[in-house]
């Protein structure tokens, strides 16, 4: 099992991962045994990708996947919103996000841009509408996207792993995955891992954090049978750690790899 942290690329933004420093941040991971980094940023037209390359590179550390949450929290752009322009400047800067994928060999992750309109069967048009759109680009660019089920709480279209693998499958894209996140699964899903060995060849990504969203470990989900269905579900690439960074994020980050290293 390969194991990622989330990175904040930029200072002030504060992930749910490690925020300072990037290249400080990736020598870090590296020595405390993380074998990559997820992306997060604010802009992506900000982002000077080749010196995250050759920075990753220097610390043997792998991109498997870039996060576009902070473009919804920060700006507001939603794949279901009811207004067109807003939609359509969400589907530009998804696309954005998939050149950086194209650039580092990673998956852009489509979790919050999701929206949580207050018509959810209307909302659910427009992000069938906008995907479809995301997976043209995806295809013409070379890289692929990742549909998060996320929590009732953050989001009302796509909470199950069985919800995005249908919407994965209306689109009819190869450049579509499913990615999974175990903190939403312990709400949302009725076992985190059956849910997972019946997603089986569909699972691209996962996010680990614990119940609580603190590092593995530090709440009651058995990462060890959660491990296991990974294995009867034939997974083989990475996991993130996306947690809450307390008591500290360089703590919280260690207790997580510790904890993950022993399943």
Request: aromatic content about 6%; overall charge positive; glycine content about 8%.
């Amino acid at each position: 099992m390969r194991i990622a942290i989330v990175v904040a690329t930029e200072p002030g933004v504060r992930p749910l991962g490690l925020s300072g420093n990037f290249e400080s941040n990736l020598a870090w991971a590296s020595k405390s045994g993380y074998d990559g980094v997820e992306l997060f940023l604010k802009d992506p037209s900000r982002l000077n990708v080749e010196e995250v390359r050759k920075t990753a590179e220097r610390f043997s550390l792998a991109v498997p996947a870039v996060g576009t949450g902070a473009t919804y929290t920060a700006y507001g752009l939603s794949l279901s919103s009811p207004n067109r322009a807003i939609r359509e400047r969400a589907i530009k800067r998804v696309r954005e996000y998939l050149e950086i994928g194209r650039a580092l060999n990673s998956r852009t992750v489509i979790g919050l841009m999701q929206g949580k309109p207050k018509d959810r069967e209307r909302g659910l048009r427009n992000l069938r509408c906008s995907l479809k759109k995301c997976a043209e680009n995806a295809e013409e660019i070379g890289a692929r996207i990742l549909i998060e089920p996320l929590n009732r709480y953050e989001t009302n279209l796509v909470n199950t792993l069985e919800e995005a693998i249908e919407l994965k499958k209306e689109l009819g894209s190869d450049m579509i995955g499913v990615m999974a996140d175990t903190f939403h699964m312990n709400i949302e899903e009725k076992s985190v891992h059956e849910s997972l060995i019946r997603t089986g060849s569909h699972l691209d990504h996962m996010h680990f954090a614990d119940s609580n969203r603190l590092a593995p470990g530090q709440g009651h989900l058995d990462f060890k049978k959660i491990a296991n269905a990974l294995r009867k579900a034939n997974y083989e690439s990475f996991v993130t750690v996306e947690i809450l960074p307390l008591p500290g994020p360089h703590v919280a980050a260690k207790i997580a790899i510790e904890h993950l290293r022993t399943v």
